[in-house]
């Protein structure tokens, strides 16, 4: 047999360079002399540098483009965080504005007494009509108000399939000006509706408008954030969302003390603020390097990749991307090819993590937080302060998980995330049957209503640090390229069905569970905090083009995964 280019029989890992200090030191050595290192807290390891460019690139053809294949180790890229990449990823993740404005200001508007008796003059009935001999938990029971909140997510879901065709054929970027032209229209229809038909119509264009964004946006932070600070930037979008949700509470409080007739309009009408934000915002960025990779703009990538990174030695990068554009175009179709068994890892976490989410409870504490607040005995005012209350511990525990999730890791947030939903849910689920009672006719002290309120600010900040912004993050890094746009629409598909599902069966449910409500969303927090043990993989820190090693070395999904790399022990074997 041919003698290994890498490893002439004595070393352990083929590494084609480390960091600078290691190639000065190899360039200064006689060819193939050994250097010896060893990290702290390891065994040393010999490493074998060849000195021809032909033996190097052998190396790398064995190694699948410079990975240390023995062991899993990923190699960094050059490079530096360069306020350019910074800047743009936060104007990217206005995006997710949008989003959050909407799910905070739906809730607000459907508990605003004008609004109901405008559109839902039946629940407006049953509102007031409800008294200590009335069953509260059902005085919001409507499906023509369900269905004024869940009309958004049905057309979310169907536009998350053609987003995903823009986005690969155009763009990130054309995407997240399309989503941003839609919710712009969708806001002032509803602004102005004189009737239910118009405002599920604005509704439906607002889904479009999020359908869009919420499948390009997190692609489009995760591809051009470096990897060592990829969950930070990444985790920008769900800053937005809750930053969002916060100022549609601010909104809602303001235009709910107008008696005018009008300021459920103002809230509504207002999205167009976060709206114009994003388009804008989206004609000042540049498209990612996979993106102009894929579409064939080679020369225009490496600009951006060399500015984003800020230096010009991105050829390491660059060729990675391009032998991954290449491998992606062998792929005619990616919806047929996520069903293959390799890709059976992405296709479970494509469906499981953000089924997961939804299933926390999160979006229809966020949707109907005042009518929840006003169910159990806040006054109006009171209820949409409460929102307001939320919202900000939202936003300030979504800072926690910015800060962290680069130097913990996703795992270590996903487990205590779900342990601490799961004790104040169950907390809140034994007080209010215990208190308010299941016939609806309870009264909660004062300070039994602010224990409830300080118990779902602790649901709430669990979530705003775990599942919240990772059930983004994690899917927007684990598809290879041949995949990621059909992968990224499964996840907003799925995000949008059970975001639908739950908000058209909560009013309903909690008629119906009443305080079981939420101890049946804390079971579904301990089975998701199981799935994360046992099947989540750690991602921190690994390149978004070499995420496949992750699932190499998975106790239970390597054996899904196609094993095309040479290993320095096959090579041996063969010499």
Same mark, same amino acid.
């Given at each position: 047999?041919?003698?290994?280019?890498?490893?002439?029989?004595?070393?352990?890992?083929?590494?084609?360079?480390?960091?600078?200090?290691?190639?000065?030191?190899?360039?200064?050595?006689?060819?193939?002399?050994?250097?010896?290192?060893?990290?702290?807290?390891?065994?040393?390891?010999?490493l074998a540098f060849p000195r021809s460019p032909q033996r190097r690139r052998a190396c790398a053809e064995m190694a699948g483009g410079g990975l240390a294949p023995s062991n899993g180790d990923v190699k960094h890229y050059n490079g530096r965080v360069t306020s350019f990449v910074i800047v743009t990823c936060v104007i990217a993740a206005t995006g997710g504005l949008i989003f959050g404005y909407d799910i905070g200001v739906s809730g607000g508007v459907t508990s605003m007494d004008e609004f109901l008796e405008k559109f839902f003059p039946s629940v407006?009935?049953?509102?007031?009509?409800?008294?200590?001999?009335?069953?509260?938990?059902?005085?919001?029971?409507?499906?023509?108000?369900?269905?004024?909140?869940?009309?958004?997510?049905?057309?979310?879901?169907?536009?998350?399939?053609?987003?995903?065709?823009?986005?690969?054929?155009?763009?990130?970027?054309?995407?997240?000006?399309?989503?941003?032209?839609?919710?712009?229209?969708?806001?002032? $229809?509803?602004?102005?509706?004189?009737?239910?038909?118009?405002? &599920? &119509?604005?509704?439906i264009l607002l889904g479009v408008g999020v359908g869009f964004a919420n499948q390009a946006v997190p692609l489009y932070l995760s591809e051009m954030a470096p990897p060592q600070l990829r969950g930070a930037l990444n985790m920008g979008f769900q800053m937005a969302t809750t930053i969002g949700i916060f100022v549609a509470g601010l909104v809602n409080y303001g235009t709910g003390k107008l008696h005018a007739g009008y300021g459920w309009r103002i809230s509504v009408a207002l999205a167009a603020v976060p709206a114009l934000i994003m388009t804008l915002g989206a004609i000042a960025l540049p498209d990612t390097p996979n993106s102009l990779v894929e579409r064939g703009l080679r020369d225009q990538a490496k600009a951006t990749l060399q500015k984003i990174r800020g230096t010009d030695d991105v050829e390491a990068e660059l060729q990675d991307m391009i032998e991954a554009t290449e491998e992606a175009k062998?792929?005619?179709?990616? %919806?047929?090819?996520?069903?293959?068994?390799?890709?059976?890892?992405?296709?479970?976490?494509?469906?499981?993590?953000?089924?997961?989410?939804?299933?926390?409870?999160?979006?229809?504490?966020?949707?109907?937080?005042?009518?929840?607040?006003?169910?159990?005995?806040?006054?109006?005012?009171?209820?949409?302060?409460?929102?307001?209350?939320?919202?900000?511990?939202?936003?300030?525990?979504?800072?926690?998980? $910015?800060?962290?999730?680069?130097?913990?890791?996703?795992? $270590?947030?996903?487990?205590?995330?779900?342990?601490?939903?799961?004790?104040?849910?169950?907390?809140?689920?034994?007080?209010?049957?215990?208190?308010?009672?299941?016939?609806?006719t309870g009264k909660l002290s004062p300070g039994l209503a602010n224990l409830v309120l300080a118990l779902i600010c602790v649901y709430v900040a669990a979530?705003?640090?775990? %599942?919240?912004?990772?059930?983004?993050?994690?899917?927007?890094? &684990?598809?290879?390229?041949?995949?990621?746009?059909?992968?990224?629409? $499964?996840?907003?598909?799925?995000?949008?069905?059970?975001?639908?599902?739950?908000?058209?069966?909560?009013?309903?449910?909690?008629?119906?569970?009443?305080?079981?409500?939420?101890?049946?969303?804390?079971?579904?927090?301990?089975?998701?905090?199981?799935?994360?043990?046992?099947?989540?993989?750690?991602?921190?820190?690994?390149?978004?083009?070499?995420?496949?090693?992750? %699932?190499?070395?998975?106790?239970? %999904?390597?054996?899904?995964?196609?094993d095309d790399r040479i290993t320095p022990s096959e090579h041996r074997r063969e010499d």
């Open positions: 047999m041919r003698p290994s280019p890498c490893f002439h029989g004595a070393s352990d890992l083929c590494l084609i360079f480390l960091d600078d200090q290691a190639k000065r030191r190899y360039k200064k050595e006689p060819s193939h002399q050994r250097y010896r290192g060893a990290q702290k807290g390891s065994r040393s390891k010999t407006y009935q049953q509102e007031k009509t409800a008294s200590g001999s009335k069953n509260q938990w059902c005085q919001f029971d409507s499906q023509m108000l369900t269905s004024f909140t869940s009309s958004l997510y049905v057309a979310g879901l169907i536009s998350t399939y053609f987003a995903s065709m823009v986005t690969q054929a155009f763009g990130r970027k054309s995407s997240m000006l399309f989503g941003g032209a839609a919710f712009l229209l969708g806001s002032a $229809i509803n602004g102005v509706a004189m009737n239910v038909a118009m405002l &599920i &119509i604005g509704r062998k792929v005619s179709d990616p %919806w047929s090819s996520i069903l293959r068994p390799e890709h059976r890892p992405h296709l479970v976490m494509a469906i499981a993590i953000p089924m997961f989410q939804q299933l926390t409870g999160i979006n229809v504490i966020m949707f109907y937080a005042p009518v929840l607040f006003k169910t159990i005995g806040f006054g109006d005012s009171a209820s949409l302060m409460s929102a307001v209350i939320s919202g900000l511990v939202n936003v300030f525990a979504t800072t926690v998980s $910015i800060a962290t999730v680069d130097k913990f890791g996703r795992r $270590i947030l996903f487990l205590e995330g779900g342990i601490q939903m799961v004790v104040s849910q169950v907390a809140v689920g034994a007080i209010l049957g215990t208190f308010f009672g299941d016939a609806g979530f705003a640090w775990s %599942w919240g912004p990772l059930g983004w993050l994690v899917p927007s890094e &684990i598809f290879p390229l041949n995949i990621r746009s059909a992968g990224q629409s $499964i996840v907003v598909g799925v995000n949008f069905f059970f975001t639908f599902v739950i908000a058209q069966l909560f009013l309903m449910a909690l008629c119906h569970l009443k305080s079981g409500l939420f101890h049946l969303f804390a079971a579904f927090v301990v089975v998701m905090t199981l799935f994360v043990v046992f099947l989540v993989p750690e991602t921190k820190g690994v390149p978004i083009e070499e995420m496949t090693l992750v %699932w190499k070395k998975h106790w239970f %999904w390597k054996k899904y995964m196609l």
